[in-house]
Each structure stands twice: as structure tokens, then as C-alpha cells.
């Protein structure tokens, strides 16, 4: 069975080398669905716990929430970094108060300090689906992704082959020693 919830993400992007409208820079608001797959938790009669997914996945989604994504060979980053240097803000601002812990993978590495998010590729819902997954699929036993950004679409399935130990109290993974973080449940 599966359990399914939602993130919105607000970011700003563009498709640098595209020939059309995307080449310029605009924002979007984009929806997640993350379809968690496992068995039911005879103690809390769920899969997963959905705002546990939300918590989980947000931990380093909101590295993309109000951020600014580039391709690495936009010629627009160096002028943003420059524009960020002159206003003293590309090493953070005490305002700067949404983000996650900085990540490198081989598709994206967040820059969380300057609201900054560098994709190995264009950053279209197809690509969005494999960085989430890649961020994710270590942490949650996601069954499916879609991401819409506007009247853009995509989806994807992954295998589901591990399982997670979980709280039969309140239903979320327990940690390598077998214990609940939420509750402190001792496996």
C-alpha cells in the first residue's frame, strides 16, 4: 500500500540554450507527490505517516523553496554570485532563515547560504524528479514521483526492494539503533 503527500516549492528558473520562452528567467510554483510503498504499521494502520514524509523530504527540499536554479554552464551565474557579492549577501543574510543543509550530488548542489541551487542539467519536471529522487531514495521508500511546475508535467515508478524498520507507535523509520526519534520507542 502507499501513502502520498504533497510539497509546494516556489523557485525561479531558466533553460539556458532553448529557443523559445523558458530561456528567460521566471518562476514557478511546482507540486510534489511523493507515493511512499510498504506495509501497513498494524500499530498505527498506515504505511508511512504523511507529515513524516513531508518532514523528511522537506529537510532538503527547501534548498529549492524561493531559490534561483542554473544549469552550471549558465552564463548567468557567475553575474548572479557577482550581484550577491556586491550586496553582501552570497555568504547568507541574517534573513536567510529557509534553508537546509547545503548537498552535493551528481546532479545538483545547493548553495543554501545564497538561495542557490546548480543542476548538472536543465532544470525541467523530468529533471526535478531525478534530483528529488536521488535526495531521497536513502531515506524514504518512494514508489513514485510527480512533479508538475505550471501546465508542465512528469512522473516516474521506482522499484520498491528494501524495507524500513518503523515505530509501531506512531509509524515512522527508526534509526540504526532501533530507536524512535519521534517517541523514543526501543525496537
Request: hydrophobic share 35%.
Amino acid at each position: 500500500m502507499r501513502s502520498i503527500t504533497t510539497l509546494d516549492l516556489q523557485y525561479a528558473h531558466r533553460f539556458y540554450g532553448f529557443k523559445g520562452e523558458a530561456q528567460y528567467l521566471h518562476g514557478h510554483t511546482g507540486v510534489l507527490t511523493i507515493e511512499v510503498e510498504d506495509t501497513i504499521e498494524p500499530g498505527v494502520n498506515m504505511v508511512f505517516p504523511c507529515n513524516e514524509i513531508q518532514k523528511t523530504a522537506w529537510e532538503v527540499l527547501k534548498n529549492f523553496d524561493h531559490a534561483l536554479i542554473l544549469r552550471e554552464d549558465d552564463p548567468l551565474l557567475p553575474a548572479i554570485l557577482d550581484v550577491y557579492d556586491k550586496q553582501g549577501i552570497r555568504n547568507g543574510h541574517p534573513n536567510n532563515k529557509m534553508k537546509g543543509p547545503a548537498f552535493k550530488t551528481e546532479l545538483a548542489t545547493a548553495y543554501p547560504d545564497c538561495r542557490l541551487v546548480v543542476t548538472k542539467e536543465t532544470m525541467t519536471v523530468e529533471g526535478m524528479i531525478k534530483i528529488v529522487y536521488d535526495l531521497l531514495k536513502d531515506k524514504l521508500n518512494i514508489a513514485k514521483l510527480t512533479f508538475t511546475s505550471g501546465v508542465n508535467a512528469a512522473t516516474a515508478e521506482f522499484p520498491v526492494s528494501k524495507t524500513i524498520d518503523r515505530c509501531p507507535l506512531c509509524g515512522i523509520a527508526l534509526n540504526e539503533k532501533g530507536v524512535c526519534p519521534k517517541c523514543g520507542y526501543r525496537h
